[in-house]
């Protein structure tokens, strides 16, 4: 499998603008994250999705802020309009729906927002 | 809700030194413990991982970590570190039934020179 799936690496975006940030979780996997790491805060859980649903969306800063899973393999976070401060690392990450299992996690979107 | 404190923020040893990074979490039930790796420019990636069982976990690269119920800890733990070992350490928990999602504590920035 070639794990977590995320796209695009990078974006540099103007302030204002609409961002989306894709992935793809590990086939199988049931639950998917979104976090966000910063120097300032740290790792920070935005939502999870289990089966295709939002379980927990507390950490979705503001309204400028959501995220989907239309189905099992395809997850998208947008920002509209986008601010400076969101720039970060925001990470995705998947995991199975049975204990003793970890969380799995992509390379990153490094946004900037100019 | 729970957290996690990592008490050493940025810590410098020589190869060869033994490494002990700090962790401790708060929340009174059931726990399953974490310590991920992130080198320069990548991913998180797991070390190792306790859920039950012998308090004491192996993890990859010749990482254990020791859990302690009673001090609430999960220090991680190498006796010979490499300059590869260069990397930012984070410790992580999800506490109590049905919880999936990570909590995570702000990272340990560890510094190996030659």
């Known amino acids: 499998d070639a794990g977590v799936i995320q796209s695009p690496r990078h974006e540099v975006t103007e302030m204002g603008q609409e961002v989306t940030l894709r992935c793809k979780p590990i086939s199988g996997h049931d639950y998917l994250f979104w976090y966000r790491q910063t120097m300032m805060r740290g790792l920070e859980l935005l939502i999870y999705?289990?089966?295709?649903?939002?379980?927990?969306d507390s950490g979705m800063p503001e309204d400028r802020f959501s995220a989907k899973m239309p189905n099992a393999s395809f997850s998208t976070l947008k920002i509209q309009p986008s601010e400076p401060r969101d720039s970060a690392v925001y990470f995705c990450?998947?995991?199975?729906?049975?204990?003793?299992?970890?969380?799995?996690f992509g390379q990153g979107t490094r946004l900037t927002v100019v | 809700a729970q957290s996690v404190s990592q008490h050493n923020h940025h810590v410098i040893l020589s190869e060869a030194a033994s490494l002990e990074l700090g962790c401790n979490y708060s929340y009174g039930g059931t726990v399953n413990l974490f310590w991920y790796v992130q080198y320069p420019g990548q991913h998180l990636q797991l070390l190792l991982k306790?859920?039950?069982?012998?308090?004491l976990v192996k993890g990859i690269k010749g990482f254990e970590a020791e859990f302690i119920k009673s001090k609430f800890s999960f220090n991680l733990r190498k006796p010979s570190v490499q300059w590869s070992d260069t990397a930012e350490y984070f410790c992580a928990v999800n506490a109590g039934a049905g919880r999936r999602a990570l909590t995570f504590g702000s990272g340990t920035r560890l510094q190996v020179q030659p």
């Open positions: 306790y859920f039950s069982g012998d308090p």
């Open positions: 999705f289990n089966n295709n649903v939002p379980i927990d």
């Open positions: 990450a998947s995991s199975l729906g049975v204990p003793n299992t970890e969380a799995f």
